[in-house]
């Protein structure tokens, strides 16, 4: 309706228990996305084999992830526990500018971890490889070229607005100004047809190379397993991500094309809130797909696990009481600790024997 304003009130023609449905979605949407990319951002920082070039990469679309939770999957929350943007124009701009900008950076990231992947298997350009300036150089380029991209509807060419729904903002594709027109032309054509086509080619290059050549003149047969299982991780990734963002892509392009066409508000609000899913399925892939990553990451937890319950123990049961013989040559112990965890290869976990069950010329402790 002309006379409905989104930031006074709820849509009328919709109940008010839809919102709270959209509403109760978004908290468990932005709670997975914000707790399991938080994971994946602490365990690359705390295990230094995952501190590779290619996982610099994924950190960074983690990164991204968690942004645009944090911001856009909150304020979206709010919003729809209300019906309304109660919070004012300006927080629907920085909705509308937090999930498009750090939206555009997943995708580019995406598109740089599948270049960096036909470069590793095909080696087209001999034996270079993605060192960590490298991927340094493209995290630079990826977060730049978003923001030079995504920054100008707050600028006056063209604008961030609510959507039909009202509890969510996003460029504007609904009006038919040649200024809006000639954004939108421009922003999809770098910022979403550009990395969709690296995508494209850097996997079609590498099948094509497969079916012509043998393993000996690309690696993806002779090459170790962890690259390949990082070679799969990717791919799942791209098409996850593609599966979330193309039916919004393919409504926005819709309603540009045709601004005067009539849709159901909560029909056309399904494809911006099914994009933001994106956020989740990402590091659900790095834990299931990748086990480097997914030993990391238990570990870290079986470590703050064992923490915890020591830190719980009771100070006595902890302490050593040691005593001198009359020779005063060794000292024996009274109370030991009942088990002790120690790691071996992978993951597995034994328990050392206590002192008492040590042979008599091991039943000894070196003053600390």
Known sequence: PGRWDPFRRPLDSIQPWHFRLLAAVMLVVTSLSLAENLAVILVTFKFKQLRQPVNYVIVNLSVADFLVSLTGGTISFLANLKGY???????????????????????????????????????????????????????????????????????GWSSYTTSKIGTTCEPNWYSGAYTDHTYIIAFFTTCFIVPLLVILVSYGKLMQKLRKVSDTQCRLGTTRKPERQVTRMVVVMIIAFLICWMPYAAFSILVTAYPSIELDPRLAAIPAFFSKTATVYNPIIYVFMNKQFRRCLVEMFSCSAIETAESNMNPTSERAMLT????????????????????????????????????????KIWPM
């Open 85 to 155: 943007f109660y919070m004012g124009y300006w927080a629907c701009v920085l909705e509308g500018f937090a999930v498009t900008f750090f939206g555009i950076v997943a995708l580019w990231s995406l598109a740089l971890l599948a270049f960096e992947r036909y470069i590793v298997i095909c080696r087209p350009l001999g034996n270079m490889r993605l060192k960590g300036k490298h991927a340094a150089l493209g995290i630079a380029f990826v977060w730049t070229f978003s923001f030079i991209w995504t920054i100008p509807p707050t600028m």
């Open 324 to 363: 001198q013989d009359k020779r005063g040559s060794e000292l024996s112990i009274m109370a030991v600790c009942s088990t002790v965890s120690k790691r071996k290869t992978g993951d597995e976990h034994t328990n050392c024997p206590s002192f008492a069950q040590l042979a008599a010329s091991e039943n």
